[in-house]
């Protein structure tokens, strides 16, 4: 079994910036691909970034230039680091796991963005 622990949401203004943190443990051999996800109220839930076990990222365009993914292979840690954070961020942040065909979702952390 394998549980994620996220961390690092809370209220900002807009144009702060926010860290998100997910740890992964468990049974753990690799984890292929890491990523973050979002949604907000009525909406559905919508790739924010992702970053492959070599490096290779992707991003939403929506977040491109503001948003940051990246991860300690070491420590099965992800993160994200979001600047220049506007109103429209505002959403439950889910963190994504790959681990060969198994995905795993954390428990959600929330992130709002006052104007």
């Known amino acids: 079994q394998v549980q994620l622990v996220e961390s690092g949401g809370g209220l900002v203004q807009a144009g702060g910036s926010l860290r998100l943190s997910c740890a992964a443990s468990?049974?753990?051999?690799?984890?292929?691909?890491m990523g973050w996800y979002r949604q907000a109220p009525g909406k559905q839930r919508e790739l924010v970034a992702h970053?492959?076990?070599?490096?290779?990222?992707n991003y939403a365009d929506s977040v491109k230039g503001r948003f940051t993914i990246s991860r300690d292979n070491a420590k099965n840690t992800v993160y994200l680091q979001m600047n220049s954070l506007k109103p429209e961020d505002t959403a439950v942040y889910y963190c994504?796991?790959?681990?060969?065909?198994?995905?795993?979702w954390g428990q959600g952390t929330q992130v709002t963005v006052s104007s």
């Open positions: 468990g049974s753990i051999f690799s984890i292929n691909v």
């Open positions: 970053i492959t076990s070599g490096g290779s990222t």
């Open positions: 994504n796991v790959l681990i060969i065909t198994t995905v795993y």
